[in-house]
């Protein structure tokens, strides 16, 4: 079984900035791609950032030079840095992992996601 953890979120005003972390645990064997989602109430789940294992990134163009995502492969972690924080900005931040889990000869692969983490941002 395989769990994404998140933590980090709250309550922040305008032009302030915030730290998300989300751990993975479980039988994982590795972890491919991590990325940080957002939803804001009545809208789509978007993308916000990714980074592969080998740290190549990418970001959606509103959180360019704003957000900056970053992860830990010996912990299993990603986290997003997020600076110039918006009213705009407020959403449920989702974490999101594609794992390979299991051992040797009985392995899977698969995608996750986290619980969710209150991200608000006030004017």
Known sequence: QVQ????GGGLVQAGGSLRLSCTASG????I??????????GKQRELVAAITSGG?????DDMKGRFTIS????????????NSLKPEDTAVYYCHAEITYGHIGTLR???????????TVSS
């Open 32 to 41: 491919n791609r991590m990325g940080w989602y957002r939803q804001a109430p």
């Open 71 to 82: 992860r830990d492969n010996a912990k299993n972690t990603v986290y997003l840095q997020m």
């Open 4 to 7: 994404l953890v998140e933590s």
């Open 56 to 60: 190549s990134t990418n970001y959606a």
């Open 109 to 119: 692969a698969s995608t996750y996601w986290g619980q969710g983490t209150q991200v």
């Open 27 to 30: 039988s994982i064997f590795s």
